[in-house]
């Protein structure tokens, strides 16, 4: 079992920058793909990034390409999406995703073994 808890959501301006974390107390972190999947009000679950276990491939949903960044620290257990030029489009429920296949394929898919509570991220324009 793996416990993710996310941190760094909250009210933000379009254009400006956010960074999200999601750490875990359990040393086998490093062995899952991590990721971030997001839902805005009304929408379908939408894949946003994704690092492979190692922290050597990443993934990105078109829409966030050239603004987010995903980096991951195993010595820390934590994962982190940091988020710049943020738009309106952008608010949503931004949630942790853990994939046991170490590859991020199935996060890129919208699926994950473990999942964290969400957090908020809302964006003024």
């Known amino acids: 079992q793996l416990q993710l808890v996310e941190s760094g959501g909250g009210l933000v301006q379009a254009g400006d920058s956010l960074t999200l974390s999601c750490a875990t107390s359990?040393?086998?972190?490093?062995?899952?793909?991590m990721g971030w999947v997001r839902r805005a009000p009304g929408k379908e679950r939408e894949f946003v990034a994704a690092?492979?276990?190692?922290?050597?491939?990443?993934y990105y949903a078109d829409s966030v390409k050239g603004r987010f960044t995903i980096s991951r620290d195993n010595a820390k257990n934590t994962a982190y999406l940091h988020m710049s030029s943020l738009k309106s489009d952008d608010t949503a429920v931004y949630y942790c995703?853990?994939?046991?296949?170490?590859?991020?394929?199935?996060?890129?898919?919208?699926?994950?073994?473990?999942w964290g509570q969400g957090t908020q991220v809302t964006v003024s324009s």
């Open positions: 690092v492979t276990w190692n922290g050597g491939t990443t």
């Open positions: 995703v853990a994939d046991r296949s170490g590859s991020g394929y199935y996060i890129q898919s919208g699926q994950g073994d473990y």
């Open positions: 359990e040393r086998t972190f490093s062995k899952y793909a």
